[in-house]
Structure formats: structure tokens, C-alpha cells
């Protein structure tokens, strides 16, 4: 996928995402990254929200509220760049963000609602871009950032934890 977005879009930080992205469509790639992760999230037990597979790791639980924060972050910063908003944006420290997001007190409906609700507003803000809002970039934590970059990372970096949880948590 990253053939779609060239390299000065984006900081290399966020090849990794981009790379999982296997759509070349964003809205296609949003719309089927969150039926299969949300089939996934169906398939665990509640007991295993809790896990984490080391001390001072991340639940399963705390990853997809991390998953829905980033994801709520990002949309806005692909709104704002879309409009034109040339306003340098701040980072976000995730690791600030999971302590203090409850995840675990959460059942899995709850997240899953939580994370369809979000990712149904991206699916519906990335529908309204036109090319050429798709190719704007801004600036957020310091770097440039293209939206249709940002719609590669989401479902990207849904796909990377995703992966995560199956090869370390199961």
C-alpha cells in the first residue's frame, strides 16, 4: 500500500501502519478492517479483556481503547487538514491516555460499540474528501501528515494490533 502515499507524506514512524493497509481504497479499507476486527472482538471472552501478556503491558481491553483513541486523534487531525487548517497540531501521549481510560472496567460490548461509532464517523468523514482533500498535508507532532495518509494509518494500525493481540495474547 505504500506505492499510494509517497514518503514525504508521512513520518517514517508510520510506514509500518501504511504498509498493513491492504486496500487502496480508504473508505473500502475502513469499512472491511472494522467488520473483521470487530468479528475478532465477538470471538473473546470476557475474561481475556483483562489479560496482559506481561507486567506493564497493555490489556486487551486498554489496546482497542487505545485503538478507538487514536483513531478518534487522527480523524480529527485528517478534518482539520482537509478544511485547510495549516495550524501546527500537538502530539498526544498514548501512554498518558490508557491509565486513565477505564478500558477495563468495560465490557466487550461496550468497546466494540464504542470502536464501531468512532470508525463508523471515519468511514463517514473519509467519504466526503474529494481527491483533492485526500492529498492536503499538515503538520501534527512535528511532521508532515497527508490525509489520505491518515486513512491508510487507521486501518493500518488497527491491522498491527490486531496482530499483536493474536500472536501475544492468545
Known amino acids: 500500500m505504500l506505492a499510494q502515499v509517497k514518503e514525504e507524506e508521512f513520518n517514517p514512524y508510520y510506514r509500518t501502519y ?3 493497509a ?5 473508505v ?9 476486527f470487530i468479528d475478532f472482538m465477538n470471538s473473546l471472552q470476557r475474561e481475556k479483556l483483562t489479560y496482559a501478556y506481561a507486567e506493564g503491558k497493555w490489556t486487551i481491553a486498554e489496546v482497542l481503547q487505545h485503538l478507538i483513541d487514536t483513531e478518534r486523534i487522527f ?3 485528517a478534518l482539520r487538514f482537509a478544511r485547510n487548517d495549516k495550524t501546527p497540531l500537538m502530539g498526544f501521549d498514548q501512554d498518558a491516555y490508557v491509565p486513565n481510560s477505564n478500558a477495563n472496567d468495560y465490557s466487550n460490548t461496550e468497546l466494540i460499540e464504542d470502536f464501531e461509532a468512532v470508525r463508523n464517523s471515519s468511514i463517514t468523514l473519509f467519504k466526503g474528501f474529494d481527491d483533492e482533500m485526500l492529498l492536503k498535508v499538515g503538520e501534527a507532532s512535528g511532521s508532515p501528515i497527508s490525509v489520505r495518509a491518515v486513512g491508510y494509518i487507521l486501518a493500518g494500525h488497527q491491522k498491527h ?7 501475544r495474547y492468545l
Open 28 to 36: 473500502e479499507g475502513l469499512q472491511k478492517s472494522k467488520k473483521e
Open 161 to 167: 494490533h490486531l496482530e499483536v493481540i493474536k500472536e
Open 18 to 20: 501504511i504498509s498493513k
Open 22 to 26: 491492504e486496500y487502496p481504497d480508504i
Open 75 to 77: 480523524a480529527y487531525r
